[in-house]
Antibody, heavy 123, light 109 residues
Framework: QLQLQESGPRLVKPSETLSLTCTVSGGSITNSNYYWGWIRQPPGKGLEWIGTIYYTGNTYYNPSLKSRVIISEDMSKNQFSLKLSSVTATDTAVYYC???????????????WGQGALVTVSS | SSELTQDPTVSVALGQTVRITCQGDTLRSYYASWYQQKPGQAPVLVIYGKNNRPSGIPDRFSASNSGNTASLTITGTQAEDEADYYCNSRDSSPYHPVVFGGGTRLTVL
């Protein structure tokens, strides 16, 4: 069974960089059938897609966050990572990593999710 | 990018049928998928594509599509179905390929 686990600091100071890693077990991030994404959810609010990476290294970012986001992968560790720079209190959220399926041209969805990591931005 | 609009709250009597909708121009071209999220938990995929359920999802969950609206129907709603439900789809913009709806809180009376 595929499992994803987020790890990283849970408290980040304003203006600094949020860094999270997603460790994938039970499957390989180099499998060409899948993409790997980050989604966040501010407390009491809805889901927001942050970005996605494919094993080739191709990345896709939410335009509203693109200037501050980098998603990368480490195939040797079967991990992918998120860096969000210049954070403010509005970046406080639960951050989820998830496996994404892009089925042809008409269907994109996330079938496995990590448990989520609450990251608080505060001094 | 396109937006996906959901009613913030919906209620249903125990055992009855409820429809949760998701509207957006992108749904004229692309399929929606649906997620259930209970408090303190990660979202769980309940429907993807035209009307496909992942393994382990009860068959009381189904989906349909018409024009710019995707619908999630729960037939014979159970108490454990009380949760937030989110739709998502791809977008026609290559720069913002993934969008989520704002979510619907389902209350089972």
């Amino acid at each position: 069974q595929l499992q994803l686990q987020e790890s990283g600091p849970r408290l980040v100071k304003p203006s600094e960089t949020l860094s999270l890693t997603c460790t994938v077990s039970g499957g390989s991030i180099t499998n060409s059938n899948y993409y790997w994404g980050w989604i966040r959810q501010p407390p009491g609010k809805g889901l927001e897609w942050i970005g996605t990476i494919y094993y080739t290294g191709n990345t896709y970012y939410n335009p509203s966050l693109k200037s501050r986001v980098i998603i990368s992968e480490d195939m040797s560790k079967n991990q992918f990572s998120l860096k969000l720079s210049s954070v403010t209190a509005t970046d406080t959220a639960v951050y989820y990593c998830a496996r994404e399926i892009r089925d042809g041209q008409n269907l994109y969805f996330f079938d496995f999710w990590g448990q989520g990591a609450l990251v608080t931005v505060s001094s | 990018s396109s937006e996906l609009t959901q009613d913030p709250t919906v209620s249903v009597a125990l055992g009855q049928t409820v429809r949760i909708t998701c509207q957006g121009d992108t749904l004229r071209s692309y399929y929606a998928s649906w997620y259930q999220q209970k408090p303190g938990q990660a979202p769980v995929l309940v429907i993807y594509g035209k009307n496909n359920r992942p393994s382990g999802i009860p068959d009381r969950f189904s989906a349909s599509n018409s024009g710019n609206t995707a619908s999630l129907t729960i037939t014979g709603t159970q108490a454990e179905d009380e949760a937030d439900y989110y739709c998502n789809s791809r977008d026609s913009s290559p720069y913002h390929p993934v969008v989520f709806g704002g979510g619907t809180r389902l209350t089972v009376l």
